[in-house]
């Protein structure tokens, strides 16, 4: 029986790799996913990001137990011929079964159930003291409980987006809308395009939306060179205007955060508006809409404009602590160039990621996502169980040999900082050629 099986190698597998022609092996056996590209309920980018090739590791990852029984209607009748898995894959496979006949899975604790009772909290009390109190300090208050309400919501649709939360999809899906779309004003649709890719492209600066901020951020010097977000699907250009940015990133970093809000929301309206085939489009919109009719109506509601603008401008510094959350998890990890490899899965992740040493009474500030490397190793765990798997998570590491970082949350801001203001200091050199700015070179060569 086994001289009747047919047989593709890897070289001849990549050529599976575009549209229309899309195969991928998953344990050896090799499926035709380019008619269910369309349908997958992950989206397109992660069919389209690990064409061609080996994706066992990102499946396991990714999908329940359930899903396997689905593949065959894929298979094309053809098996991997040469593919030899890493030893690393093998003893990551061998954790992800052990946690899964552990159900650790499917023990998901209460936190979420406390986080929706608490986001209820903070909405009851930004409301009241909006409307009962004539307090300017009140008011103010009530825009920093609204900024924490926002980071607590978006950890609820994180993890509603990437395991079920609710006891029904349906109520999984409803939950998602509500705390992302209906609170925060951050369609869950773009969250899922944007976070699905950077998850299986992680920290690869033509490949990872989380690392493409040009012409404000670059973690980089690769980036000077203008490379082309296969993301986005544009040209990354480093002109004069981004080096003049660039030069001073270090400096801008956090007063940037402190708004960075208002990009989520120009990406969110970019999406739903002028983006073919977006998901659950017409939901999403609806629950846009519910978000900017509370908004500025509870807004509209304080006395004067300055208390309103101190109202939102405090409501989106606070929000940027979670931004500055996000981006400690990744820019001073390691980054390269290129299309990430099915079958360095766990290397790559354990190099693009960095963890938040924190105490556990802390860990519902930061979401779970304190624990970054055991999140993307593991995005269906339950955050209650992350802190429970990281010793085990760092002992595979260093029986690989491979990074596994966890620095505090000041050492993490000083290494970030690090790196922002390296990337800085090569960006004023001068002898890359760009297109002359006087306003740069006014500022750094005569002072």
């Known amino acids: 029986m086994e001289a009747e099986k047919k047989y593709v190698t890897v070289e001849e597998l990549k050529k599976h790799n575009k549209p229309g022609d899309l195969w991928i092996s998953i344990q050896n056996k090799v499926y035709d996913v380019s008619d269910w590209i369309k349908d997958h309920p992950g989206g397109d980018t992660p069919l389209l990001g690990l064409a061609g090739q080996d994706v066992t590791d990102a499946f396991i990852a990714y999908h329940p137990g359930t899903a396997w029984q689905y593949l065959d209607r894929f298979f094309t009748g053809y098996y991997l011929k040469d593919f030899k898995i890493s030893e690393v894959s093998k003893d990551y496979r061998k954790l992800a079964s052990e946690f899964a006949k552990q159900g650790l899975f499917e023990k998901k604790g209460h936190g979420t159930m406390y ?179 509370w908004f500025p109506l509870l807004v509209s509601c304080l006395p004067s404009w300055s208390e309103r603008v101190m109202f939102v401008m405090a409501s989106f510094a606070v929000t940027g602590i979670q931004h500055n959350q996000f981006t400690l998890n990744h820019f001073s990890a390691d980054v390269y160039v290129g299309h990430p490899n099915g079958n360095d899965w766990f290397e790559k992740q354990t190099g693009g990621t960095l963890d938040i040493s924190c105490p556990p009474w802390m860990d519902w500030f930061f979401g779970g996502l304190q624990f970054q490397l055991e999140h993307h190793l593991f995005p269906r765990l339950p955050r209650c169980q992350l802190r429970k798997v990281s010793p085990i998570v760092e002992a595979l590491c260093e029986k690989h040999k491979l990074p596994y970082r966890s620095l505090s949350f000041l050492a993490a801001n000083v290494s970030t900082i690090g790196t922002l203001r390296t990337a800085a200091m090569e960006a004023r050199d001068l002898t890359r050629p760009v297109p002359k700015n006087l306003v740069w070179e006014a500022v750094n060569t005569h002072g």
Not at 124 to 138: A, I, P, T, W
Not at 262 to 291: C, D, E, H, S, Y
Request: proline share 3%.
């Open 115 to 293: 986080t929706l009772l608490g986001v209820t909290f903070l909405f009851s009390l930004v409301v009241y003291g909006v409307l009962r109190s004539e307090s300017v300090l009140v008011h103010l208050v009530c825009g920093m409980l609204l900024g924490l309400l926002w980071i607590q919501s978006a950890y609820v649709g994180h993890d509603s987006g990437h395991y079920q939360v609710m006891s029904s999809p349906v109520f999984n899906k409803v939950t998602q809308i509500l705390a992302g779309n209906c609170l925060t004003g951050i369609s869950i649709a773009w969250w899922k395009w944007t976070h699905n890719a950077h998850h299986l492209a992680c920290n690869s600066l033509d490949h990872d939306p989380d690392l493409q901020h040009i012409p404000v951020f670059a973690v980089s010097s690769e980036l000077f060179n203008s490379i082309t977000s296969c993301f986005y699907g544009r040209e990354m250009t480093f002109d004069s205007v981004c080096r003049f940015l660039v030069s001073y990133q270090h400096w801008t970093y956090y007063p940037i955060l402190c708004v960075a809000r208002v990009n989520l929301f120009v990406q969110t309206l970019l999406l739903l508006f002028a983006r073919k085939g977006v998901p659950n489009r017409a939901l999403n919109i609806l629950g846009i809409l519910v978000f900017w009719t």
